[in-house]
C-alpha cells in the first residue's frame, strides 16, 4: 500500500522518504502557469502551499525519481478559462517528465490527452467519482487513476473496486481534515479570503429543503445544519485493515498547508498502522494499535473522529 504525500519545495523531500512516504503530489503557484494573469491553478492556491519556483520543482523531481519515488502535479480547480488552458498546456510540457497530473476540469483533460498522449492524468476528487456511472465515464475517457470522495462508504468503495478489478487504481484519502462539503460540488473560490469567517467552508448557507412528508424535511434540514456544525474529521488510519482487504493500493495523506513537522508525523504514523497490517488479526487489535500509537507521536489522544 503507498503513502500518497503533499509536498511545497525541494528541501522537503528527502525528510519526507525517510519518514515512509512512497508518492508525492504538488502544485505550483498560480503565477508561474499563468504569469500575470489573473487565475486560480488548484484547489490550494496560496503561495505556502505551493512550489514558488519552476526550477525548485524540477529540481524536486530529479530528486524524487533519483530516489525511485514518483511525483504528481496538482491542476484540479474545476474550470479554467481558454487562456489558462493553453498556458497550463505549456506548464505540462515543461514538466513531461513528472508521473501524472491530477486534474478536474474535462476541458483540461481531453486537450492533455490530445497535447501529451502519453502523460498519466489522474481524475481529482473533484471530478465527482460517487458511483460506477462515473467511473464508466472517466474510464472510456482513458482514465485509469482516480481519486475517491471521503463521503464515500467502505462498502462502496468495495463494490467499485470489484467492478474494475485491476483495470483503475482507486486511491483513497486517509489523513487530515475531512471537507464536510463533496468537492466536485464545491463551488467556494479557493483564492478568496472569508475575513469575517476565515473560511468559507464554515458558513451555514441559507437553503430550503422540499418534500411532502414535513417531519422528513425538518429532520434532514436539521442534520444538515448539525452536520455543518461540527469539527471536521481528521483521520481514516484505522479503515486501512479494510483497504487492505478490499484491494486499496494508494492511500492520501492531505496537507500541502501544513507545516513540514506535522506531515512528517503523518506519513510516520501511516507507515506504521501498514506495517503493522500482518500483526493484527482483526480490526479490534488494528484499532487499539492506532490508537497508542497515535499518543506516541502526536502526544494527545485519539479523538475519533473518523473518515468512512
Known sequence: MLIHCPLRNKDEVAPLIAAGADVFYAGARSKIIFGNETGIANRHPWDYANFNSLMNLKSAVAEIH???????????EHFYSSGQINKIL???ENLKDVDGFIVADLNVILKLKKFLPNITLIASTGTHILNQGTVDF???LGIREMILPRHLKIKEIKGLIKNYKEKINFKCFIKNDDCAYIDGLCSY?????EE??????ELLHKFKIYGNNSRKVKIISERYKNYHKII??????????????IGVKDIKIVGRTLPLEHRLKDVAFTKEAIQHLDNCNNKKDFVKFNKKNYFIIYNKNCLDKCFY
Open 66 to 76: 533519483r530516489s525511485n519515488k514518483k511525483i504528481n502535479i496538482v491542476i484540479n
Open 90 to 92: 505549456k506548464f505540462a
Open 138 to 140: 472517466y474510464f472510456d
Open 189 to 193: 473560490s479557493h483564492g478568496l479570503y
Open 196 to 201: 469575517e469567517h476565515k473560511s468559507a467552508c
Open 232 to 245: 471536521f474529521n481528521e483521520c481514516g488510519i484505522c479503515s486501512i485493515f479494510e483497504f487492505n482487504k
